[in-house]
């Protein structure tokens, strides 16, 4: 499926991009879900990701404090009509250069959270980020710099990054460690 640039593309790939998540996640088996991720042995995989998650758990939890930092963006920045005045994306601590400690730091915020826990949690920030998607009008979402907080880019792009290509981004990974729990 293409990148969604229409809010009924967007809610279209994250329906069908989270119901198929949730489906690769169900249909896992008792070994899959709890062998440890190990892509060690995969040069090709270098991306801080693939050492960092080390089980479904953690890559579900990935999703949750990424839709939590969507959520939290429209929110922070309501009534700021002045682009210096923004609350940035990121916690202002992390730039676009060090998002990987602050997905570290997500991590390790999350080594007691049960992978059941973690389903809910992503089902509820889920439901949370398609309801507020729909809040927005086409143009709202499209429209590159519609929303000064946005930067040079467009609210929906945001949207997109945070659910369906995200998405897309666990079953790629999920599916390496199921071929690898194959061997």
Not at 71 to 90: C, D, H, M, Q, R
Not at 107 to 129: F, G, I, P, V
Not at 146 to 173: C, I, Q, R
Request: aromatic letters at 12%; hydrophobic letters at 35%; charged letters at 25%.
């Amino acid at each position: 499926m293409p990148r969604p640039k229409t809010k009924d593309d967007l809610l279209t790939a994250a329906k069908e991009n989270y119901e198929k998540l949730i489906k690769l996640i169900d249909g896992m088996t008792e070994k899959e879900l709890n062998t440890p991720f190990d892509f060690s042995n995969q040069p090709g995989k270098k991306e801080a990701h693939w050492a960092r998650d080390k089980n479904v758990r953690d890559v579900l939890i990935h999703l949750y404090e990424w839709h939590q930092l969507m959520l939290k963006f429209p929110k922070n920045n309501e009534g700021v009509t002045n682009s210096k005045l923004a609350i940035s994306y990121l916690p202002s601590e992390y730039s676009w250069k060090t998002y990987g400690a602050m997905n570290m730091m997500f991590w390790n915020k999350h080594q007691n959270t049960s992978l059941e826990d973690a389903k809910k949690m992503l089902a509820e920030s889920h439901a949370a980020a398609m309801a507020l998607i729909e809040k927005y009008t086409n143009e709202e979402l499209f429209i590159p710099k519609y929303f000064p907080w946005t930067g040079n880019a467009a609210l929906g792009e945001y949207f997109v990054s945070s659910t369906s290509s995200h998405y897309d981004w666990a079953m790629k990974k999920l599916k390496a460690h199921i071929k690898n729990c194959k061997g």
